[in-house]
């Protein structure tokens, strides 16, 4: 499944959106209805989400299932003499088509995560145990690095509100820690505590908080 998702998303960024535009603008010149500013800017967008509907869904999936495609295609290489070589080759062509669409999603969050993920693993490697500081800074910075990469052309917008949202969530916890705001009652609870002029949400954006906010300890 998460190779098909990878492949998805590179057919989206090669050919999809192209055929996708072409259809919209089709389809607006037989109906003779102009185009909204809104699907316009969708039309222009380069992140890769196929088959899921948002490119961040996406990337968490892929980050989420990427370490078992990587070792399926390991031992699967294993199978096929020189098994040397063919480890090689499958695990390259796993990793182009998954790790490669997590690039195109350029999910910022997803590949911060990704860096911290792969730091925090090696450092409770025991074998690794005296670089392990330094490697869990080096998962963290090659996270930020890949972020800033796939930042370029994009402003930060979306990360402040996003910090609008946990602090608000925390805030809600605070008030109830034991049993949280109710399940699926964020969104009101978020609306009566934060600033006036914030971004409106329905939902914390992280999943630790998000329970925490709503059923809280218990």
């Known amino acids: 499944g998460t190779i098909v998702c990878g492949v998805l998303g590179w057919y989206q960024r090669l050919w999809g959106f192209e055929e996708m535009r072409r259809f919209a603008l089709l389809q607006a010149a037989q109906t003779g ?25 996406y ?22 003499e020189p098994a040397r070589v063919s480890r090689v080759v499958f695990v390259s062509v796993a990793a182009i088509l998954v790790l490669g669409a997590l690039l195109l999603s350029q999910s910022r969050g997803a590949l911060l995560a990704a860096g911290g993920g792969m730091g925090l ?26 972020m800033l990469v796939v930042n370029q052309g994009r402003d930060l917008l979306s990360a402040s509100a996003r910090f ?6 925390l805030k809600i916890f605070a008030g109830r820690p034991f049993v949280g705001a109710g399940l699926g009652e964020f969104f009101p609870a978020y609306l ?15 999943v630790i908080l998000a329970m925490l906010s709503e059923v809280g300890i218990l």
């Not at 102009?34 to 992140?47: F, H, W």
């Not at 450092?123 to 005296?130: H, T, Y």
């Not at 609008?164 to 969530?169: I, N, R, S, W």
């Not at 009566?192 to 992280?206: C, Q, Y």
């Open 121 to 146: 693993a090696l450092f409770c490697l025991p074998a690794w145990r005296r670089w392990r500081w330094a490697l869990l800074g080096v998962g963290v910075l090659a996270g930020l690095g890949l």
């Open 33 to 57: 209805r102009e185009l909204s500013v809104a699907m316009q800017g969708k039309l222009a967008q380069t992140r890769v989400h196929r088959p899921f509907f948002l490119p961040n869904s």
């Open 59 to 80: 990337a968490a999936h892929l980050i989420l299932t990427a370490p078992l495609v990587l070792l399926t295609s390991w031992r699967a290489g294993g199978r096929v």
């Open 164 to 169: 609008q949202y946990y602090t608000t969530a």
């Open 192 to 206: 009566a505590l934060k600033p006036l002029g914030a971004e409106e949400t329905r939902a914390a954006h992280n």
